[in-house]
């Protein structure tokens, strides 16, 4: 039992001391980096910098590429697979472009750079370490992070992100293959979809994810490479060492941000699971959420179910703003005891039914929509329209 408390204590010292110099390195890393940068830092500094953003970059965009192309080939197949059943086939360019925006371009683009990069990293350095270059720098008054680490640490900020956007452009690219050659969907179109499914906080979070993968990668790399100790074979390992733990690192870190609140919306009542007497077939609990603002995306999508989010507002004006801002306008409903007043809010509401105080349904009442809800008609006589074709015989 000694022996294994020994062995525990001894790792976890280990891992909080890895942990430490890996910020010490950072924050070391940040104050070098100021004499890598353009106009203001060293010329020969800024000049190893780019060097390093097109081994980092450049170099790999056909590997992303190619493996971005596969990734988003096979995952627009397999969710069409399953979508078909439902008829659903559309939504296979939601499920492309969110899925690359959000999570497998940063993802699958920091697994190929630390395969590729970090372990190139991990490499030259130890090469250094084991050569005495790194001692000869510092005879020279060089600091090695100085010299070494920070172009490499700030080309990689600038290259993995320009990385992950191209992997998002060649996944999105796939989707597109994929949906032409199985409902001949058309490009413009495929578009058309891909910029309507995407929001703009998608693309910043996935730039956000690249960067802080960008960081991982370089320090970890660069880290092994100072650690090397002994001769060549320490290298090698040191090699190995820089590729496992900077995948699991920011396989850790994206699931860190997978596992962080979206956008703080709680919900009150309901929530997942089926609901009682109900566990067999598609059924969901009714659910409200609340502290919803409207720029939050269970707000501004179109939801279908017994799903209810409270918004609060401070004037009248304010609901009915709230109220237009949306994409959408098929339905809505107007509660108050003073009539004139309800009236007046319905007025503004660009909707195509607004009912008020919960009136009963009218069947010869149109039926239409605003914006992305359209403008078609159903129910009265613009319902019986939309299904009449005119016929003319002439003797």
Known sequence: MPNVLESVGEKTIEHLDYVGSLNIQWW???RAMLYSLPFVGN???WRATVSQMLEIGVDAMPMVSLMSICTGFIFAMQGASELRRFGALRYVVDLVAVGFTRELGPLMTAIAVSGRSGSAFAAEIGTMKVTEELDSLRVMALEPIEFVLAPKYLA??????CLSVVANLCGILAGALFMFFSIRLTPVLYLRYVFEAIDLRDVVMG?????????????VGCLEGFRVQGGPDSVGRSTTSAV??????VIVADATFARAPKEGAEVLVGGEGHPKGLEAGYYVKPTVFVNVTNDMTIAQEEIFGPVLSVIAYDSEDEAIRIANDSKYGLHSAVMG???????????????????INNMTDDAQAPWGGFKYSGVGREYGKYGIDAFLEPKAILE
């Open 156 to 161: 990689a900020l600038i290259a993995v992100p």
């Open 43 to 45: 010329p020969y500094r």
């Open 337 to 355: 005891k003073d009539l004139d007043r309800a009236r007046r809010v319905a007025s503004q509401l660009r909707a195509g039914r607004v009912v």
């Open 28 to 30: 070391a890393t940040l």
């Open 207 to 219: 730039l956000i994810k690249s960067v802080i993968f960008g960081t991982i990668i370089a320090q």
């Open 244 to 249: 496992v733990k900077s995948t699991f690192l």
